[in-house]
Each structure stands twice: as structure tokens, then as C-alpha cells.
């Protein structure tokens, strides 16, 4: 069964960049025709998808956050890791690493515990 | 973008009943969709991907049908695990998006 695992500063201020990992394990992120996604949830409101990645370093990103975001995956260390840079409070969220089955039957099956990461000075 | 209305937003019912929620997609997705049950401060548990079939582990009673752009998740008795927030999810394309969330509600 695989496990997925956030980590990252709970806090950032306006305007640096938001930096989280996501730790894989029971598993290899290289195995299979999975890819890696991040979905975020600001308080109260709907799941917002972020952008995920292959173990090819393969991107697909959402258009509303493309111009802030990298999304890059390190097969050795199997994880993969998400950067979003000018943040503003409204990057305030819960933020959610998830094994995505996009090249399959879709969905999310596997999802971290989520981290909430606080844009503040 | 594709955007996803679900309804209602909340939904009381009892234990036993038989509810059903909707999910309307601005344009047609095929099957390509999704729904979760999400408890507070927990992760959302995907229950049915390819709008009708059903993720393993996942109750019976849980079922999804629709295409094109209409879709709904059949809950057939309500059982006290049940009472949480459902989001439908579409993947059409490259992208993702999310409906809002029903809250499903003790009467």
C-alpha cells in the first residue's frame, strides 16, 4: 500500500516562494504508468488541482498557476517536490500530494495527510 | 476551462435513506469523472472513477452513473460513516478541476 507524505515550512511570507516535498513510500514512484500530483483546499472551500509530474519529468501544470510553478520529481530519493513563487494570502491552503492514475482510469487514489501552508508576514 | 456544479450544496437525510447527488459539467467530459468522500481534516477517499465504477474497498451501496455532462452518485442506505462532503472531480483533458462540495448532513 502506497503512503505519500507533505513536508515543508508552515509559513511563508508574501512574495517568497512556497517550497513543499512529497516523500513516497511502500512503493516506487518510477513503477508503473503513475503520475504525481498536487491538489490544494483553501479553508471552507473546494479542492483545487495544482499540477502533476511523471518520473520522466514529464509536466502538465493548471493554467491559472503555470506562470508560478514548478513541479520536479527526484526518482532517487522517490519523491517529488513543488515550488509556487510571488505567493499571496490567497495561496493560504491545505496543500495535498496524491498519486494520480491520469494515464489509467483517472482519479486520485492515494493521497498524503496534508499540510497547511499559512501565507503571512 | 471546464467547470463543475454540483447539487445541492447540502443535503440532509436520515440513516437508511437513499440520497443522490448531482454534478453538471459545462461541457461534455465522456466518463472521464470522479467522486470523493472527504471528513474533517482528513483527505478526501476516492469512491467511483470513470463516473460509475466503483474503487476497490469501497461499499456497496456507493454507485455513480452519468455521461456528457450530467452525473450523479447514488448513496442506496445511509449508514452513520456516511455523513461528510462529496466532490465530484473531472479529467477530461490535461487538467483537473473540482465541483464545490455537498455536505451531507444528519436530519
Known amino acids: 500500500q502506497v503512503q505519500l507524505q507533505e513536508s515543508g515550512p508552515g509559513l511563508v511570507k508574501p512574495s517568497q516562494t512556497l517550497s513543499l516535498i512529497c516523500t513516497v513510500s511502500?512503493?516506487?514512484?518510477?513503477?508503473?504508468?503513475?503520475?504525481w500530483s498536487w491538489i490544494r483546499q483553501p479553508a471552507g472551500k473546494r479542492l483545487e488541482w495544482i499540477g502533476r509530474i511523471y518520473s520522466s519529468g514529464t509536466t502538465h501544470y493548471s493554467p491559472s498557476l503555470r506562470s508560478r510553478l514548478t513541479i520536479s520529481v527526484d526518482t532517487s530519493k522517490n519523491q517529488f517536490s513543488l515550488k509556487l513563487s510571488s505567493v499571496t494570502a490567497a495561496d493560504t491552503a491545505v496543500y495535498y500530494c496524491a498519486r494520480d492514475l491520469f494515464a489509467d482510469n483517472g482519479g486520485f487514489d492515494s493521497w498524503g495527510q496534508g499540510t497547511l501552508v499559512t501565507v503571512s508576514s | 476551462d471546464i467547470q463543475m456544479t454540483q447539487s445541492p450544496s447540502t443535503l440532509s437525510a436520515s440513516v437508511g435513506d437513499r440520497v443522490t447527488i448531482t454534478c453538471r459539467a459545462s461541457q461534455s467530459i465522456s466518463t472521464w469523472l470522479a467522486w470523493y468522500q472527504q471528513k474533517p481534516g482528513t483527505a478526501p477517499k476516492l469512491l467511483i472513477y470513470k463516473a460509475s465504477s466503483l474503487e476497490s474497498g469501497v461499499p456497496t451501496r456507493f454507485s455513480g452513473s452519468g455521461s456528457g455532462t450530467e452525473f450523479t452518485l447514488t448513496i442506496s442506505s445511509l449508514q452513520p460513516d456516511d455523513f461528510a462532503t462529496y466532490y465530484c472531480q473531472e479529467y477530461n483533458n490535461y487538467s483537473v478541476t473540482f465541483g464545490q462540495g455537498t455536505k451531507l448532513e444528519i436530519k
Open positions: 511502500g512503493g516506487s514512484i518510477s513503477s508503473g504508468s503513475y503520475y
